[in-house]
Nanobody, 124 residues
């Protein structure tokens, strides 16, 4: 059974940092794209970042480029999202997702598995 378990969310002041983790289990993800998406209240889910497990290619939404970094730890089967210089508009539930054929990587519909989400709240 595939499981994606996010952790690391919380409350932080604007300008602060958080690191989200996504622990993946239940299958071999070496050929998967791993993505982070977020959804703010009253808004649609939006793409944040993605990484190809094999090769490590990374992709970012323009809104987070240069502030967020996606990475992976092969030994721990875990994907991370380091978030720096956080802004109130980054407040959302952040979801981890895994997709075997996630092309385009920014499309949530291309991902096969989703975590339960973790809340990130940035106060001004």
């Amino acid at each position: 059974q595939v499981q994606l378990v996010e952790s690391g969310g919380g409350l932080v002041q604007a300008g602060g940092s958080l690191r989200l983790s996504c622990a993946a289990s239940g299958r071999t993800f070496s050929r998967y794209y791993m993505g982070w998406f977020r959804q703010a209240p009253g808004k649609e889910r939006e793409f944040v970042a993605a990484i190809r497990w094999s090769g490590g290619n990374t992709y970012y939404a323009d809104s987070v480029k240069a502030r967020f970094t996606i990475s992976k730890d092969n030994a721990k089967n875990t994907v991370y999202l380091q978030m720096n210089s956080l802004k109130p508009e980054d407040t959302a539930v952040y979801y981890c997702a895994a997709g075997l054929r996630a092309i385009p990587y920014s499309s949530g519909s291309k991902y096969d598995y989703w975590g339960q989400g973790t809340q990130v709240t940035v106060s001004s």
